[in-house]
């Protein structure tokens, strides 16, 4: 069963969507999904809303929210800030506690919503588990990749391109045009500061990391995060899974969903709290 | 939920709500954006555009519901079937992928629920073509806001329905081939196609399409899908319903194919439809400058025809 709501937070009105399986098992926990930054979000929305209807169907109560600047909630894009996502993290985590009414939490997030997770589980003491797809393990490295996004933009649109004007007026004006939203300096800054494996210290218990195939040298930041957590003592289980980025411009006319993807988190997440 | 819960969990400020459609039985998602103070017994209905959920390409259906319902008039963001949190359905991926009967329920549901006595459809690309189909079988259907709506159903190689290909008017069919010319004596080009998963017949059959596409319209090929949708296009406009064509001025072939086969309409000819360039928007207005501009003067024109 699905149900839709407006929770408020820090004065702040968020849109959730709670999924109740028909048969939820004794003391599963809740799994609450941290979605992914500015358009990416909007892209990757097909498969997270499949992603939460199996794990509903397979007894998991899970939560999915927009943060604020996103989706349904109130706010701007520009509003929001690694702070504030992770503040709305928690809002929702405790939502979750209580509108499905669980003890524990698994955060599920992709790209930078994976990377909010990792730190949201550094804090969050009843923290279950945590599932990361494609995380953003080097934020300057995100950084970059959001602005080459915005060259490319440019060539395609007949505009010079040039990296040195872009930074010029991401300097003057204090954010930059990616993809039909405003990326901020605060944000950008933020975001550049972050490097997860050199952050994770407290979550000692299950991670599920997963890379989408590609070249083998691109899974190095994943393995790194991976060796953090396993020194911490956190079992952790990396995988490979989807074919290509669900979470692009070519999601706009054409479905891909990663079966696969799936397949294995469900597994995951049944062999945790379901003993199959 | 216990009592603590519904404590914390706001129903959601008079302004937006979700609620959900009846479908035949099935359940179609939506957020309803109610003005404190309405205007009218009007409400705007925003459709699905392509795969995209409610929220719409970098949220530009929430902000023009925002914007629309700021002005007094109510305003319905649904997801179709197959679409965000609607009924889920496996969906052909083409631009007539979305079914005009969730649409036309839709509209039943705010007059039956909402004191609704007049609909406004609007819709980006794909929407907008449901937009039309639905509003040529209601009418109660006062308006069609059509952003980037494509008159050909698709590119080349886009899905095929039985009974004909993908359809394309000259201006397209011209562009198309003057692409293909050059790689056709390429040898090189030939290696990369024949080294792709397409076929030799799949290359034909998109070569024979863009050659239909020289034809006289009459004679072109196409698919019951794109019939169906030319055929309610010529009859809303026939109708004199009202109508707002907002084009983007980087959306090349689109808004020059809506101008070759409605001349009238993009030569502001029209008494009854609108017409509008927005400079620097391609086919979603991902520019913020373009998709604000798109909102503002649709504002512009709603506040014209329903608040004046």
């Known amino acids: 069963?699905?149900?839709?709501?407006?929770?408020?937070?820090?004065?702040?009105r968020l849109f959730?969507?709670?999924?109740?399986?028909t048969n939820a098992g004794a003391g599963v926990p809740g799994v609450v999904i941290c979605h992914p930054y500015g358009e990416e979000k909007q892209l990757s929305d097909p498969v997270l809303v499949r992603c939460a209807r199996l794990l509903a169907r397979d007894g998991f109560p899970v939560l999915r929210f927009d943060c604020r600047g996103y989706g349904d909630s109130q706010g701007d894009l520009?509003?929001?800030?690694?702070?504030?996502?992770?503040?709305?993290?928690?809002?929702?985590?405790?939502?979750?506690?209580?509108?499905?009414?669980?003890?524990?939490?698994?955060?599920?997030?992709?790209?930078?919503?994976?990377?909010?997770?990792?730190?949201?589980?550094?804090?969050?003491?009843?923290?279950?588990?945590?599932?990361?797809?494609?995380?953003?393990?080097k934020g300057s490295h995100y950084v970059d990749e959001m602005i080459r996004k915005r060259l490319f933009a440019d060539m395609f649109d007949k505009r010079t391109p040039s990296r040195e004007r872009i930074l010029e007026e991401f300097a003057r004006q204090g954010r930059m045009e990616i993809e039909g939203q405003f990326l901020t300096r605060r944000m950008a800054d933020e975001m550049s500061g972050m490097d997860l494996p050199t952050e994770v210290a407290n979550f000692r218990n299950?991670?599920?990391l997963s890379a989408i195939r590609t070249r083998a040298a691109a899974y190095t930041p994943y393995e790194s995060l991976a060796r953090a957590y396993e020194a911490l003592g956190a079992p952790c289980t990396f995988e490979i899974g989807g074919e290509r980025p669900f979470w692009e411009r070519s999601a706009m006319y054409h479905m891909y969903v990663p079966q696969d993807l799936l397949t294995l988190t469900r597994r995951w997440m049944r062999t945790h709290w379901q003993g199959s | 939920m216990d009592a603590n819960a519904l404590a914390r969990v706001v129903r959601g400020p008079a302004e937006e709500r979700p609620l959900y459609v009846d479908h035949h039985g099935e359940k179609l998602f939506g957020i309803l954006h109610e003005p404190e103070k309405r205007h009218d017994d009007v409400a705007l209905l925003f459709s699905s555009s392509g795969l995209q959920n409610r929220v719409g390409p970098h949220r530009m259906y929430v902000q023009a519901a925002r914007r629309f319902s700021?002005?007094?008039?109510?305003?319905?963001?649904?997801?179709?079937?197959?679409v965000g949190d609607s009924v889920e359905r496996e969906l052909a991926g083409d631009f007539d992928h979305h079914d005009p009967a969730s649409v036309v329920d839709a509209i039943e549901f705010l007059i039956a629920n909402h004191d609704v006595r007049r609909v406004v459809l609007v819709g980006l690309c794909s929407g907008a073509r449901v937009a039309i189909k639905a509003?040529?079988?209601?009418?109660?259907?006062?308006a069609v806001i059509a952003w980037s709506m494509p008159i050909i159903s698709g590119a080349v190689d886009m899905p095929v329905a039985e009974g004909g290909g993908a359809y394309m008017g000259r201006t397209m069919a011209r562009a198309q081939l003057r692409e293909w010319a050059p790689k056709l004596a390429n040898p090189a080009a030939w290696y990369r196609y024949l080294r792709s998963e397409k076929t030799l017949t799949e290359g034909w059959d998109m070569m024979r399409r863009a050659l239909s596409g020289l034809l006289p319209e009459p004679l072109r090929q196409k698919s019951s899908r794109q019939t169906d949708f030319l055929s309610s296009l010529d009859s809303y406009v026939a109708s004199g319903r009202k109508m707002l064509c907002v084009y983007g001025g980087d959306d090349d072939m689109v808004r020059t194919e809506f101008g070759e086969r409605y001349p009238e309409i993009a030569a502001h000819r029209s008494s009854t439809c609108d017409y509008l360039l927005v400079p620097n928007g391609d086919h979603t207005y991902t520019r913020v400058a373009a998709s604000e501009e798109v909102i503002a003067r649709t504002s512009?024109?709603?506040a014209r025809h329903y608040l004046g």
């Open chain 1, 78 to 137: 520009e509003d929001a800030t690694i702070g504030t996502q992770i503040a709305d993290t928690f809002a929702a985590a405790r939502m979750a506690r209580e509108v499905l009414q669980v003890e524990r939490i698994v955060f599920l997030g992709l790209r930078f919503g994976a990377s909010v997770a990792v730190r949201a589980a550094e804090r969050d003491a009843d923290g279950a588990g945590l599932v990361l797809w494609c995380p953003i393990v």
């Open chain 2, 135 to 142: 509003a040529a079988r209601h009418p109660r259907v006062d």
């Open chain 1, 1 to 12: 069963m699905e149900e839709p709501f407006f929770f408020e937070t820090d004065g702040v």
């Open chain 1, 206 to 208: 299950p991670v599920f």
């Open chain 2, 70 to 82: 700021q002005l007094g008039l109510t305003a319905l963001r649904l997801d179709l079937p197959g």
């Open chain 1, 16 to 21: 959730a969507m709670a999924h109740r399986p």
């Open chain 2, 300 to 302: 512009d024109w709603l």
